[in-house]
C-alpha cells in the first residue's frame, strides 16, 4: 500500500489496464488524517490473501470453514486420490 498524489496513482492505474486490479485505487486521505481507515487496509490485502490474522481474532471457538476452503479441500483430496490410484 503506498500514499501516493492522486495524479501519480491515476497514471500508474491507466497503465495497468490491461493488468486488471494490479492497481486499485483507494479513497483520497484527508489532509492530517492519521492514515488510511482499517477496513480500507484490510479490503486491499484480500485481493491478495483469503485469510487473514484479523479473521481469525474474531471467529470464535464455534468457527467453521468457509465455502471457498471447503472448495479448495475438495479439489486437493480429489487431486490425492487420483495420484493414489
Same mark, same amino acid.
Given at each position: ?8 496513482a ?20 484527508? *489532509?492530517?488524517?492519521? &492514515? !488510511?481507515?482499517? +477496513? ?7 485481493g491478495a490473501?483469503l485469510?487473514?490474522? %484479523?479473521? *481469525?481474532?474474531?471467529? &470464535? !471457538?464455534?468457527? +467453521? ?7 479448495a ?5 480429489? %487431486?490425492?486420490?487420483?495420484?493414489s490410484?
Amino acid at each position: 500500500m503506498l500514499a501516493v498524489p492522486r495524479f501519480a496513482a491515476r497514471h500508474a492505474a491507466e497503465h495497468t489496464r490491461d493488468d486488471r486490479q494490479r492497481i486499485v485505487l483507494g479513497p483520497d486521505l484527508v *489532509a492530517g488524517s492519521a &492514515g !488510511p481507515d482499517e +477496513r480500507d487496509v484490510l479490503a486491499l490485502l484480500r485481493g491478495a490473501y483469503l485469510d487473514l490474522p %484479523a479473521d *481469525a481474532e474474531g471467529d &470464535g !471457538p464455534g468457527a +467453521r470453514p468457509t465455502a471457498i476452503v471447503k472448495a479448495a479441500r475438495a479439489v486437493r483430496r480429489a %487431486a490425492q486420490r487420483v495420484r493414489s490410484v
